[in-house]
C-alpha cells in the first residue's frame, strides 16, 4: 500500500496562486493513477482532477479547468497541482489519492488517501 503526504497548502489572496505536492513512499507512484480532491467546510468531498499513472491522460472537474494543472515525476515520487487565479470557493482541504486504475480515481473508489493539506482564498 503506498502513503501519501500532502504539501504546500497555506493562506493565499483570490486570483494568486499556489502549488500543491504530494510525496507517495512505500511503493513507486508509477503504480498508481493519482487524483486530487477536496473538502470545503460543511461540505461533501468532491473531485478535483486525475491524472494517468505516467500522466498521458487528466480529467478537470469543470469548476477548475483551466485554473489549475496537475503534473507528475514518477522519478521522484511526487504529484503536484499548480492552481492559479484562485477563487474564493476554492477553500478547501485538498487531499491526494491513488488508485490503480484512472477511472477508480475519477469514481473515488480509492487505495490510499493522504492526511489533506488546507487551501485558504481570501478576498
Known amino acids: 500500500q503506498v502513503q501519501l503526504v500532502e504539501s504546500g497548502g497555506g493562506l493565499v489572496q483570490a486570483g494568486g496562486s499556489l502549488t500543491l505536492s504530494c510525496a507517495a513512499s512505500?511503493?513507486?507512484?508509477?503504480?498508481?493513477?493519482m487524483g486530487w480532491f477536496r473538502q470545503a467546510p460543511g461540505k461533501e468531498r468532491e473531485f478535483v482532477v486525475a491524472?494517468?499513472?505516467?500522466?498521458?491522460?487528466?480529467k478537470y472537474a469543470d469548476s477548475v479547468k483551466g485554473r489549475f494543472t496537475i503534473s507528475r515525476d514518477n522519478a521522484k515520487n511526487t504529484v503536484y497541482l499548480q492552481m492559479n487565479s484562485l477563487k474564493l470557493e476554492d477553500t478547501a482541504v485538498y487531499y491526494c489519492?491513488?488508485?490503480?486504475?484512472?477511472?477508480?480515481?475519477?469514481?473515488?473508489?480509492?487505495?490510499?488517501w493522504g492526511k489533506g493539506t488546507l487551501v485558504t482564498v481570501s478576498s
Open positions: 489519492a491513488a488508485a490503480t486504475i484512472f477511472g477508480k480515481v475519477v469514481t473515488q473508489v480509492i487505495n490510499s
Open positions: 491524472i494517468s499513472r505516467f500522466g498521458a491522460t487528466t
Open positions: 512505500g511503493r513507486p507512484s508509477s503504480d498508481y493513477a
